[in-house]
């Protein structure tokens, strides 16, 4: 049994274990799944650590007959790309729990109902990652929906329903879309060489397709991805379902669930329709480079702190995507590495604006003010938290966002240029919440906020770590998905552009 | 004697038990004119059988005449309660459907 | 060249006290301040012994790298975080860590009310290492990350007190500001490395021999909007008037000595660009007597005293970037003026510091007066920075002053003449306004209301003065003996004829320099010391003194251009989203629901109704088909 399917299995023995504590026994239900989510956690490390980087096929490969008589596997594995990705979403889910110890009360139902939701979606988060069947993707993609409908439907706040049943839409609208061009590709795999959902196989397809079906093809997929990324026009569920949820739900949202967008551009619109996919480069640069200065422009204005958060979100897609249509190795890597850093700055954004929003019991901006003199380490955790979300050098997404500027900028010096008026926009995004609720004088209201406890320090200080330590040192990361985004460029025939001016000599 | 007479009167009775349960309000005479629709369809089903010579209209027939029994059966049920619980036997008045 | 191993003790000592001191919280609040003083001074000692080391070496050894390990490698995008130590980054070392750790000192006791005091210190280090890094850096983007972390720092210290909105507001308009020169030397990265293929300083200099002009002259622009920023150069300048509002130690080592000379650092360091640019060149010149006029200008209005020396500072700025922009023979004069600057102004910031700290944190010169009396220390030490920066001989500031007049008056031709007099105008009214202020402040008659009670500064306060003050006496004729500094520096900017034909004799520049001090001083004497002065500024003044006043408009242009667009496109988009786009989502659901409840309405309960529908459908369909088929 591959390592994968143990660390799947894990959180879903996790949920049998919840499942089985009687409801009232809160405590042992939440330490369950505190302890299930930092024993994946650590086996995710170790995956990690016996990964060979050099080696740029699936690893830990595993794959079982499912539904033989269509060609249905379970097949999983990973290359660097989805170990990142893993990798990201197993650490985050423990200080998710540990975050948001008590977002479970006040729900619809009880904390059990909560925690088991949880820890499905983390089966799930790992699933779809690993997943190298497409059916199987595509089945985790569609399934996932489901515990976060009822995570923001029934444990979120304000109009939880009304977002629940936004995002719920909104992504199956592209899943069906996705669907089509899926059962598009099973055909065509059926006329040249035999059913299968295999990636591996479907890779080699656009060979027999003509480039309208590879167009139609990719959009099926494409919209799929940038519904769930988000990518400007398709953006407006993230800003109410986050703002809905739960901080830890918003954290695995906007943390995990939206890389699957971003992650499936690669894994398959990149990979399945090369042809398809320069065609639209042009567009779809186009689109990331108004998602980031939109959605910037958006966050400035925003007023309330979890939807800035979100806005904010929707510029760095942006820059994840501008990242990986601009065909370089810079661009790739640097935009999975843009995928695992915004996981943390945005993890440490949204849990510390939902401690806040908590104490405070109002989540706009206006209500705040002072608070670095009221509760100093809370407001110093937001402050390096926005930090990293502005790519201060020295934090973690100054390493991605400028190597995804860099590669952008070799091939489409005029995106990039217009992307980096974002660096400008971010300073704002960034400060104005600081210095609307951090700074200035203690307003009515704030005078007696309780500062973290210890419990949320520990949640925060790994958060922190994290960020520091891979934007000083992003190497480990870097080494593993070099390869990997090397490899996905071979495929599409792409190699850097060389230094115009070094050319003649 | 043309048995094509037999479907002029099978159309004129249906016409007759269409008008009746579009016009008529009486639960009562709407379904007798609903029978009156069916023997219609039996009369044309036995006429088209004597014509073809073959057996098959006649069978169906015997088959509406079962069903429009069961058919009486159900739907007088329905209208006595209705009539129990409403005290009126006009079908306007029950417009339970709307909502 | 040379490796060394011992290089990045110079950063991590003042880092680990940022660290420390930041961990440590409350804890460290007793002795917080003696680490990091402690922390500064052993870097200053760090950056002694490779002095040393260096001047052991020949002359083509001295530079020497260190290399701790690879930061970010994809494809060809290679950084190393690297450390390169030469001649021109030792001068920058020496300076912050020397200026720096005085100023440390001075923090103990102008800080020692402070509740955050600690916090204080945490961030004074900080500023260090990140400065240090800016200077020490062997590539644009290492250089990048020191350039982002000072304006951090910058931006920490000048919001220190930022429970008063003003100075939030301050700290948050000087980090965008720099953000937006930052995204200059993005640009100029992002170019470099598409069109050179590298962005370490030697990686780009060398391709720099075989590029294009276009290219060149496109990384040199950027590299000037990114000394813009930093530097407050026209036309970013707007924020440092603001940034006075960080306390006084902050200001004279942020906001004077060092930080806002990093850009000067920028452009020298890049000379092999600039050298190969001369559009680039130009725009540097312009740019540098631009601001060093309008510096001036804006500081004979100012009566807040910090405001008046940060005008200055903008000013002097201004000259540095002007000798940086007359190429080869005015790096050298560039750097000189930046080290006697770092000791004069900073050493005034610190008196001006001095000064309100003995008049209750007053700063407007109009209700001062008469402090010499008072504060015979601060009076002293403050009137040699005064001397040195108005350039009058032997101090400092009229070595490496007279030297930039002269070059500038040697580019040649009609330029040589516009650039040598804008020089020259400038010194004239450095001198005005540099006198109004020690007028103002310690000649004229006393202003201050009656329940203050102006004492001198203890000695911890007063000593690093004193040490500046001697500096700003000293260093012009250390540095220009024997032309030592330009010796020292050359090999960093390679060898260059040295321009034999003056435009006119050294001794006539001089001259019309010190004549242009004595006017400057002179109307200034006449006009405050001999005349009464009002503790009101007077209102009923020329437009010109009002513009003046309100730094030239400067703000009323970015607000008016800038930030209210700005605003109004943000209120446009939001709109728009919620309206246009969202709306479309909306609308997709309200067509669903209104389409469901129209069709409802034909559902109306009737049985006679569905009946006669059934009719009319059966009739329509028989009629249809009787149609087709006929």
Not at chain 1, 375 to 391: E, K, N, Q, Y
Not at chain 1, 452 to 467: G, Q, T
Request: charged share 10%; aromatic share 10%; proline share 3%.
């Amino acid at each position: 049994m591959s390592s994968l399917t143990t660390m799947m299995l894990l959180p879903l023995l996790g949920s049998l274990l919840v499942a089985v504590i009687p409801s009232d026994q809160v405590l042992r239900i939440k330490q369950a799944a505190l302890g299930t989510t930092i024993l994946v956690a650590i086996s995710g490390i170790l995956t990690w650590l016996k990964f060979d980087s050099e080696n740029t096929s699936f690893q830990f490969v595993q794959s079982v007959e499912w539904i033989p008589s269509f060609g249905i596997n379970y097949a999983v594995g990973v290359d660097g790309l989805s170990l990142v990705l893993i990798l990201m979403s197993v650490l985050l889910a423990p200080i998710v729990v540990l975050a948001g110890w008590n977002e479970s009360e006040g729900g619809r139902w009880s904390a059990k109902v909560f925690y088991i939701l949880i820890l499905v979606l983390e089966t799930m988060m790992i699933g779809v990652f690993a997943a190298t069947d497409l059916f199987l993707f595509y089945v985790i993609f569609e399934a996932m929906l489901i515990p976060v409908y009822f995570l923001i439907g029934g444990y979120g706040s304000g109009e939880r329903a009304a977002a629940a049943v936004k995002f719920l839409l909104y992504s199956l609208f592209g899943g069906l879309l996705m669907l089509a061009s899926i059962i598009g590709l099973y055909v065509i795999s059926g006329a040249n060489g035999g059913h299968t959902f295999d990636i591996t196989k479907l890779s080699e397809m656009h060979n027999y397709m003509n480039s309208t079906t590879q167009n139609l093809l990719f959009l099926g997929f494409f919209i799929a991805f940038a519904i769930k990324a988000p990518l400007w026009p398709l953006h407006t569920w993230l800003p109410d379902a986050s703002a809905s949820a739960t901080p830890g739900t918003s954290v695995l949202l906007l943390g995990v669930l939206d890389k699957v967008g971003t992650f499936g551009m690669i894994r398959f619109c990149l990979a399945l329709f090369p042809d398809a996919s320069k065609t639209f480069t042009p567009v779809i640069i186009t689109l990331a480079v108004i998602s980031i200065i939109y959605g910037a422009f958006l966050a400035i204005g925003a007023t309330d702190i979890k939807r800035l958060i979100a806005y904010t979100s929707i510029s760095h897609f942006g820059f994840i995507t501008m990242g990986i249509f601009a065909m370089t190795t810079q661009g790739h890597s640097g935009a999975t590495l843009y995928m695992f850093n915004h996981g943390f700055s945005t993890a440490a954004l949204f849990l510390v604006a939902g401690w806040m929003s908590a104490r405070r019991g109002s989540s706009t901006i206006a209500d705040f003010g002072g608070l670095q003199r009221v509760t100093p380490v809370m407001a110093w955790s937001f402050f390096i938290a926005g930090m990293s979300s502005l790519a201060l050098p020295g934090l973690s997404s100054f390493v991605s966002e400028f190597l995804v500027l860099v590669g952008t900028f070799t091939r489409y010096p005029v995106a990039a240029i217009i992307a980096t008026f974002g660096i400008v926009l971010a300073a704002l995004y960034i400060l104005i919440p600081v210095q609307k609720a951090l700074h200035g004088p203690t307003t009515p209201g704030n005078e007696n906020l309780s500062d973290l406890n210890l419990r949320e320090k520990i949640a925060i200080a790994p958060v922190i770590a994290i960020i520091v330590a891979l934007g000083f040192y992003p190497s480990p990361l870097l080494n593993v998905i070099n390869p990997a985004s090397a490899h996905v460029l071979e495929l599409q025939g792409f190699t850097d552009p060389t230094p115009s001016d070094s050319a003649g000599k | 004697m043309s048995p094509y007479n037999y479907l002029y009167v099978a159309g004129l009775l249906f016409t007759i038990g269409a008008v009746g349960v579009v016009v008529r309000r009486n639960a009562i005479v709407v379904f007798m004119c609903i029978e009156l629709m069916l023997n219609a369809a039996n009369l044309t089903l036995v006429t088209f059988s004597r014509i073809n010579g073959t057996l098959d209209g006649q069978i169906v027939a015997f088959f509406t005449m079962v069903v429009a029994a069961c058919e009486v059966v159900v739907g007088l049920a329905i209208i006595v309660a209705i009539y129990r619980s409403r005290r009126s036997a006009s079908i306007d008045d029950a417009s339970l459907l709307k909502r | 060249m040379t490796t060394s191993t011992s290089l990045v003790y110079l950063i991590a000592l003042p880092l680990a006290g940022a660290v420390i001191l930041l961990l440590a919280g409350r804890r460290a609040d007793k002795w917080g301040h003696l680490l990091a003083t402690a922390l500064s001074a052993s870097s200053f000692g760090a950056g002694l012994y490779q002095l040393s080391q260096m001047l052991s070496r020949p002359t083509e050894e001295r530079a020497v790298t260190q290399k701790l390990f690879t930061w970010i490698s994809v494809g060809s995008f290679n950084i190393d975080a690297g450390i390169l130590l030469d001649q021109l980054s030792i001068c920058f070392v020496l300076l912050i860590t020397g200026v720096g750790t005085l100023i440390h000192i001075y923090s103990i006791s102008y800080m020692s009310h402070d509740e955050n005091r600690r916090r204080f210190f945490a961030y004074l280090n900080l500023f260090i290492a990140s400065m240090l890094l800016l200077v020490l850096g062997d590539s644009y983007l290492n250089l990048y990350v020191g350039w982002e972390g000072v304006g951090l720092a910058s931006y920490l210290l000048i919001g220190f007190w930022n429970q008063k909105p003003a100075y939030a507001t301050a700290s948050k308009k000087a980090f965008v500001m720099n953000r937006i020169g930052d995204m200059g030397l993005s640009f100029a990265i992002m170019i470099a490395f598409a069109t050179l293929g590298s962005v370490s300083f030697s990686g780009v200099e060398e391709a720099s021999h075989t590029a294009s002009q276009a290219t060149l002259t496109a990384i040199g622009i950027m590299l000037l909007i990114a000394a813009a920023g930093k530097s407050a150069q026209f036309p970013l300048q707007a924020w440092l008037g603001d940034a006075m509002a960080g306390p006084t130690p902050v200001s004279a080592l942020i906001h004077a000595a060092t930080m806002v000379t990093a850009g000067v650092y920028l452009i020298v360091r890049s000379h092999f660009i600039f050298d190969a640019a001369p559009t680039a060149q130009l725009l540097v010149v312009i740019v540098g007597a631009v601001t060093l006029t309008f510096g001036a200008i804006v500081g004979t209005a100012k009566d807040d005293i910090k405001k008046a020396l940060a005008a200055s500072t903008m000013s002097q700025i201004g000259y540095m970037i002007l000798a940086a922009g007359l190429g080869p023979a005015g790096y050298a004069f560039a750097i000189m003026h930046l080290l006697t600057h770092g000791f004069f102004k900073a050493g005034m910031f610190l008196g001006a510091g001095s000064v309100m700290h003995g008049m209750n944190d007053q700063v407007n010169m109009r209700r001062y007066g008469a402090l010499r009396k008072f504060m015979p220390i601060t009076f002293v030490t403050f009137g040699l920075g005064y001397l040195a920066i108005i350039g009058v001989p032997p101090f400092a500031g009229f070595y490496s002053k007279d030297a930039i007049i002269e070059t500038a008056f040697n580019a040649g031709g009609i330029k040589g003449i516009l650039l040598g007099s804008t020089a020259l105008l400038g010194a004239a009214i450095t001198a005005f306004y540099m006198t109004r202020v020690m007028i103002l402040t310690f000649t004229s008659p006393e202003r201050w209301e009656k329940d203050q009670h102006p004492h001198e500064s203890p000695w911890l306060m007063w000593l690093p003065m004193v040490i500046l003050a001697i500096g700003s006496v000293s260093t012009g004729y250390l540095f220009t003996r024997g032309d030592s500094l330009v010796h020292w520096l050359s090999p960093v900017f390679g060898e260059h004829e040295a321009h034999e034909e003056h435009f006119l004799p050294v001794i006539v520049v001089s001259g019309l320099a010190l004549t242009a001090v004595l006017i400057g001083v002179s109307i200034a004497l006449v006009k405050y010391q001999f005349s009464d002065v009002d503790a009101e500024a007077p209102q009923d003044v020329s437009i010109f003194t009002r513009i003046a006043r309100k730094d030239l408009l400067q703000d009323t242009f970015n607000e008016s251009v800038f930030m209210r667009p700005g605003q109004a496109l943000t209120r446009i988009l939001v709109k728009t989203d919620d309206k246009v786009i969202d709306g479309t989502v909306r609308l997709v659901g309200t067509t669903a629901i209104g389409t469901g409840s129209a069709l409802r309405k034909s559902q109306t309960g009737f049985a006679r109704s569905y009946a006669a529908l059934i009719l009319i459908g059966a009739v329509a369909l028989i009629a249809g088909i009787w149609v087709v088929t006929q």
